[in-house]
């Protein structure tokens, strides 16, 4: 089993400020220490854009995801991902923005992942072949 | 294929509980070996890769949640 870690997970497990950010940090470290974590080029990405729109410097921004980027298999797209997304994009009422997290959907299920691990669930909730992992749930 | 290792002392205990589950398992002990290597160096990584995200300094980014149209909507 894998779970595809989302970009709020990695950004509350920094931000001391938000209310689920030790809980964010220690599930992750969990799902990383069983070996069942897994991210997204475009989590990385995504988490460089949030971490300077809130004001970390460039160069600190990129140490935090040369960290994450070590200690989390990243995930590329493979052949079928983007087919999967168009698939996914016609069957579906996504559109703008939502389109991106079809994107990440597709890059995780194409490679096999079936677990989503999220604090934005309601933008997951209709995405067919990718499940909502709860610490509560599954038991580590 | 592998390599032959030779001179590794074993603990009488330990290597006899792997003699024994060879044979109720009827594997060869090089199987065995091999797997628990492998399960030991797994184990190893995942704990060094958890203690580094575990060791981030925090950072105080606002109670604001963090969604998709902060990151791909508007400049700066």
């Keep these: ?56 410097t460039s160069e600190a921004a990129v140490e935090y995801i040369k960290n994450f980027a070590e200690a989390i298999p990243i995930l590329r797209p493979t052949g079928q991902t983007f087919t999967l997304f168009l698939d996914r994009m016609n069957n579906s009422l996504a559109k703008g923005v939502r389109l991106f997290d079809l994107y990440l959907a597709a890059t995780f299920i194409s490679n096999g992942v079936e677990y989503l691990y999220t604090y934005n669930e309601k933008d997951f909730q209709n995405i067919e072949s990718i499940h909502l992992w709860k610490p509560s749930t599954i038991n580590l | 294929m592998g390599t032959v290792v030779k001179s590794v002392r074993v603990r009488e205990e330990l290597w006899e509980s792997f003699r024994r589950i060879s044979k109720e398992e009827n594997r060869p002990l090089s199987q065995l070996i091999n797997e628990a290597l492998e399960r030991y160096l797994a184990e190893k990584s995942g704990k060094i890769a958890a203690e580094r995200i575990r060791r981030l300094p925090e950072l105080s980014l606002g109670v604001e949640p963090l969604t998709r149209e902060e990151i791909y909507e508007g400049r700066g």
């Design chain 1, 1 to 56: 089993m894998k779970v595809g870690v989302d970009t709020n997970v990695l950004f509350y497990s920094l931000n001391k400020e938000n209310p689920f950010h030790k809980e964010a940090r220690e599930n992750l470290a969990l799902l990383v220490e069983k070996g069942l974590a897994v991210i997204t080029q475009q989590n990385l990405v995504e988490l460089a854009v949030a971490l300077t729109k809130r004001g970390v």
